[in-house]
């Protein structure tokens, strides 16, 4: 069942219109974060940094619609 919305979480966040626009907001959100250290890091140093953010974000993005899902099937088969 995961793997399934793991592929229905993709395939929104590749075609749904409101999945674009909140990973824009997480990715502008992430860019305002990381103006202060943009002058520390090597350029190495950023594109490590850039990474691992970006996917953490992608997680938190996929766990939290998949909480979602899981959330609304309960919440439908108790009516």
């Known amino acids: 069942m995961s793997e399934l919305l793991v592929e229905i979480f993709n395939h929104l966040l590749e075609r749904d219109e409101d999945a674009k626009e909140m990973q824009n907001k997480v990715n502008l959100e992430l860019e305002r974060m990381l103006i202060p250290y943009k002058q520390k890091f090597t ?31 309960k919440l439908f088969l108790m009516l």
């Open 43 to 73: 350029e190495e140093e950023k594109e490590k940094a850039y990474t691992f953010l970006y996917d953490v974000a992608y997680i938190s993005e996929r766990e939290a619609m998949l909480y979602g899902i899981k959330l609304m099937m």
